[in-house]
């Protein structure tokens, strides 16, 4: 009767400081954010204490050795060329000789490849296919053109392109912009023909590519 009795605290007291400990790990583990939503992107408790265990499991794992020397196999060797790159948003600059100021800069400071949007509703803007900017100007515009402009300048300076596609345009979703303009679109099929009319237009000058931007982030695709 005794063992039993020491043996059932002994259970409890284990429970009490598993608890205790996760506590504590949570609390020490917690970052800068103001709500279970800011913390998991989920909106309903059951995700938000899912998506919390994920978190910790994640904080506690052990992370791999990235350092060059840890790779095992052979030896790691640094290529020749700079891997350093940048983000760029020269899209939104409207003067081609600051687009021209910045890619000089990036080149001056041996950066080797621009991380630059080509931004799908600020090319395919009115329609499916529909590449002509009438936005500010009714007989219409090339939507095209800055962004053929920024390929030009970075191959001048030899700087490589990873051309970031995101942002559909309000027309491929039924409720437009509602759910936030880095909502998905409502068929996939029409991004995927954006993505491949850009392939397609920067063949052999563009080798690079990223499709979406974070896309695993609530305020994104996720």
Do not use: C
Not at 10 to 29: E, N, Y
Not at 61 to 71: K, N, S, Y
Not at 102 to 126: K, Y
């Amino acid at each position: 009767m005794r063992f039993h009795e020491e043996s059932n605290w002994q259970h409890w007291a284990w429970r009490i400081l598993l608890v205790a400990a996760g506590l504590a790990l949570l609390v020490g583990l917690w970052p800068d954010a103001r709500s279970l939503y800011d913390l998991t992107g989920e909106e309903q408790l059951r995700g938000q204490v899912a998506g919390i265990v994920h978190w910790l499991n994640t904080a506690v794992r052990p992370q791999p050795d990235l350092r060059p020397e840890a790779v095992a196999g052979s030896p790691f060797t640094f290529p020749s060329v700079s891997a350093f790159g940048v983000n760029t948003f020269l899209q939104q600059e409207a003067e081609e000789i600051k687009r021209a100021r910045s890619l000089d800069l990036v080149s001056g400071a041996g950066l080797r490849f621009i991380r630059q949007e080509f931004t799908w509703e600020d090319i395919e803007i009115h329609g499916r296919g529909d590449f002509v900017d009438r936005r500010n100007d009714p007989t219409g515009v090339d939507a095209w053109a800055k962004y053929d402009h920024i390929v030009d300048l970075a191959a001048a300076r030899d700087v490589a392109i990873i051309a970031r596609l995101s942002n559909p345009p309000a027309w491929s979703r039924a409720m437009g912009d509602e759910l936030g303009t880095n909502a998905p679109p409502d068929d996939f099929n029409d991004f995927g023909d954006f993505a491949a009319a850009v392939a397609e237009r920067y063949r052999g000058r563009i080798r690079y590519y990223q499709v979406w931007n974070e896309p695993n982030g609530n305020e994104e695709w996720g």
